[in-house]
């Protein structure tokens, strides 16, 4: 059984009440003891609950899937060398947080929630709307006013209340926590049971890689979701005696909106204060992350670094992928225009390099016809 346990006070709960933070304020985790057993993978399972054992949710039953995960892992040759990417924009709902939504909903639907509220930056939003459509819970999606259109629609569609909210996304977030506070909170950054989803990530490339974990993973960086939920699953196969080593963590920030990259810099564990202007990966412009400290932490244990890419090179990025047939967002260019800073300047011999595509290209309608009439 699993049990949360709060990151300030070490006060503990069961899982199964319905709460998402401490008493005293504080981050949970959930402390999950795995000792994960590869013959125990269900071959048969289309997706990422293949790994049944590993998912902390207690019945079956309970479990909200369209089959998602075990996405194709393609070999993607970049002007300046070889990225093995998981296509993560593949997922039902347009991006990898279909992962963390998944395992987050089906926990809601276990403890007996029958409506959600979560706040966004649009993909969250999205997945979180789509399972709980799936699962028949009510749902409230807040976002930045300015969020793209398709993601809007997109949250609509799948029967979600949408609240519009002026100014920044810190400003989202500050109104979905007043609302939390008779609702339970479904959130992609607060609520552990999503990295326990995103962890998924990472035993998926260890199978897709011959059962080895790859020397390097290259990841975004905005409220860290895929690389805390990335870290915990190889951190995972290594306690369980699955892989010997846990690769290289690199981080990669937009040079509009990069406080965990100024705080690594710095040698400080908590998120920088820094100017912050608009940037095309809308995705990962948080300018004070919940869990900064964490992702601090996850990228130097891994003996990791942050990489922060310019506007120009998320559009350069962009273009070289689309040229080679892959549709991908503004905020998933990102991470490969980091991908392709590494390889340039960091990168060793016969090093096997992993990335990901975060979200589909359809995410970003506006902004993406609007780069094409540019270039």
């Known amino acids: 059984m699993a049990e949360l346990i709060c990151l300030d006070c070490g006060k503990m709960y069961s899982s199964n009440e319905l709460r998402w933070k401490c008493d005293c304020g504080g981050l949970l985790d959930l402390i999950f003891q795995l000792k994960f057993d590869p013959s ?23 479990i909200l899937s369209f089959r ?3 996405t194709p892992l393609l070999p993607l040759q970049l002007e300046e060398g070889l990225l093995h990417v998981k296509q993560d924009h593949l997922f039902p709902s347009g991006s990898y947080k279909d992962r963390g939504a998944s395992v987050l909903i089906s926990k809601a639907k276990e403890i007996g929630v029958n409506r959600v509220v979560e706040d966004s930056s649009g993909n969250a939003g999205c ?21 793209s259109a398709g993601k809007l629609a997109q949250i609509q569609l799948y029967g979600a209340n949408l609240h519009l909210i002026p100014g920044s996304r810190q400003d989202t977030s500050t109104a979905v926590l007043e609302a939390s506070e008779k609702t339970y909170y479904a959130s992609h950054s607060w609520n552990p049971f999503f990295f326990h989803g995103t962890k998924t990530f990472a035993y ?38 699955c892989i010997d080593r846990l690769p290289r963590i690199i981080a990669v920030q937009s040079q509009h909106c990069a406080p965990l990259a100024a705080a690594f810099d710095n040698g400080a564990d908590t998120p920088a204060v820094v100017d912050v202007q608009d940037t095309l990966a809308e995705g990962i412009a948080i300018t004070n992350p919940i869990r900064g400290k964490q992702i601090i932490q996850a990228v130097s244990q891994s003996g990791g670094l942050f990489i922060t890419v310019s506007e120009d090179e998320i559009t350069a990025a962009l273009l070289e992928v689309s040229h080679k047939g892959h549709y991908i967002e503004p905020t998933a260019a990102a991470t490969i225009a980091g991908a392709k800073k590494y390889l340039n300047h960091h990168s060793r011999s016969g090093e096997v390099i992993a990335s ?9 309608t506006e902004k993406l016809l609007k780069l094409a009439s540019e270039h």
Request: charged share 15%.
């Open 204 to 241: 998926e490339l260890w199978e897709q890689l011959s059962w080895k974990a790859p020397d390097t993973v290259i990841l975004p960086a905005g409220n860290g979701t895929l690389l805390l939920g990335a870290a915990l699953g190889f951190s995972e196969l290594a306690a369980s005696g």
């Open 68 to 70: 998602e995960g075990f």
């Open 356 to 364: 990901v595509f975060t979200g589909h290209g359809l995410k970003s």
């Open 40 to 62: 125990k993978i269900n071959s048969a399972a289309h997706g990422m609950w293949r790994y049944r054992d590993a998912i902390p949710i207690d019945a079956d039953q309970n």
């Open 127 to 147: 997945a979180i709307a789509a399972y709980c459509a799936l699962g028949g819970i009510a749902c409230d999606i807040y976002v930045p006013a300015s969020t």
